[in-house]
């Protein structure tokens, strides 16, 4: 086995696998005392508030973290619930890792609106194959480790061959 693929392997096995989502930034703006509902809305949603300021002696803005799957139709609830008074815009912000109660909410949610079971099948479950010799569980890591490092190999013997 070579260093790279050694590294890579080691790599894998020591990463924390997780799920990232996608988040956006949202700046919201009003008139003073009229986004007081905007809290509430942002409460349900999910989001996450970085900065409130009075950019004027009239106008108010805040400055809130939402995930994306909780943004859909959030400019219209905004305006809904300040009787028009709120503004939005939502910028894409980064990505962010997803708290392990979280990931096993918005899983099964997911595999239900693409009509998939909610069960994952023992295709994905960690004891797919046993180790050779020792009998114990292999792991989907390191399956995609060996998988990596099978790759890896194949593409250093096709580039010393030249192709």
Excluded at 16 to 43: H, K, Q
Excluded at 48 to 62: C, F, G, H, N, P
């Amino acid at each position: 086995m070579t260093v790279a693929s050694r590294a890579m392997c080691g790599a894998f096995l020591m990463a924390d696998p997780g799920l990232m989502e996608p988040i956006y930034r949202v700046d919201i703006t009003g008139a003073r005392g009229n986004l007081n509902e905007a809290y509430s809305v942002l409460r349900q949603r999910n989001g996450r508030i970085v900065d409130t300021s009075s950019t004027s002696e009239t106008l108010d803005a805040i400055q809130v973290r939402v995930p994306v799957r909780c943004a859909s139709g959030l400019p219209v609830v905004l305006r809904l619930a300040t009787h028009g008074h709120a503004h939005s815009s939502c910028t894409f912000d980064g990505m962010e890792m997803v708290s392990m109660k979280e990931e096993n909410s918005i899983i099964p949610e997911a595999r239900k609106r693409k009509n998939l079971r909610e069960q994952i099948g023992c295709e994905y479950s960690c004891v797919l194959l046993k180790r050779l010799g020792g009998g114990l569980p292999i792991t989907t890591l390191e399956i995609a480790c060996s998988v990596y490092i099978n790759l890896f190999t194949i593409m250093m013997a096709c580039s010393k061959r030249g192709y």
